[in-house]
């Protein structure tokens, strides 16, 4: 019975004595757990709400996308615009084209545009032909009768053989000089022949005959006319 008493007591201890060291441990946990809840709840209390900055972050956001929604459609408008114009100017280049080449298939050759030009101001004549009774006019205008006009025709011969072909018109005033020249000449140096001081003088500085000019002179005014209808 004694021992069985002092077993029990020696139980009783040891359970006692585990009850106080539970005891105790629980004890230090909740300290611990205190400790760290105080600890949270300081650090909570001291960072800042970041939820408002959240909110201004996301108001940016969204503004910025906006501003560049807006800016985007206003280059696709612009683009469209200039694709527009861009298809105008081609159209317009296109029918330029065609127009220019219009235009070259109409405009004559401008070899055979010089050659009619020439053959409208020369009348028909050579270059030589007028040079030639060019060079006799002047032999004619050492004869004093003959002389005013033969310079005046003679300067207009001139001025027909210095135009150039593609101004802005045949020189119209030498060619009625010159018509007017041939004109009178023959009937200037049929008067002035009949004078005996002079015919020997003509003779010799007037080498074309009436015939010849008067041909010339026939033929440039059917030409000059012919011209001056036109115009």
């Not at 459609?73 to 220019?100: N, P």
């Not at 101001?121 to 270059?127: R, S």
């Not at 009774?133 to 011969?157: F, G, N, Q, Y």
């Not at 004109?183 to 015919?199: C, F, I, K, R």
Request: a negative charge; charged letters at 20%; one cysteine or more.
């Amino acid at each position: 019975m004694a021992l069985y008493e002092s077993l029990e007591s020696d139980v009783a201890s040891f359970f006692v004595a585990q009850g106080s060291l539970i005891e105790s441990l629980v004890h230090s946990l909740c300290l611990r757990v205190a400790t760290i809840e105080a600890k949270g709840q300081a650090q909570s209390c001291g960072s800042p709400d970041l939820s408002h900055v959240a909110a201004m972050i996301d108001t940016s956001a969204q503004q910025c996308l906006a501003y560049v929604d807006e800016k985007v459609a206003t280059l696709h408008y612009k683009l469209e615009g200039m694709d527009a114009e861009f298809d105008r100017i081609t159209r317009q280049c296109r029918d330029l084209h065609a127009h220019v080449k219009a235009v070259q298939t109409t405009v004559p050759d401008m070899g055979e545009l010089e050659i009619v030009w020439r053959d409208r101001v020369l009348c028909g004549l050579t270059q030589e032909q007028l040079l030639g009774l060019a060079k006799d006019l002047t032999d004619l205008s050492h004869v004093s009768e003959c002389h005013v006009m033969a310079l005046a025709t003679r300067h207009a011969i001139q001025q027909i053989l210095d135009a150039k072909a593609g101004g802005s018109a045949p020189p119209l005033g030498a060619m009625m000089d010159l018509e007017r020249g041939l004109d009178a000449l023959p009937a200037l140096v049929q008067a002035t022949a009949s004078n005996p001081e002079v015919q020997a003088s003509l003779e010799y500085n007037y080498p074309i005959s009436l015939p010849i000019i008067s041909t010339i002179r026939q033929d440039r005014r059917q030409r000059v006319l012919k011209y001056s209808h036109t115009q």
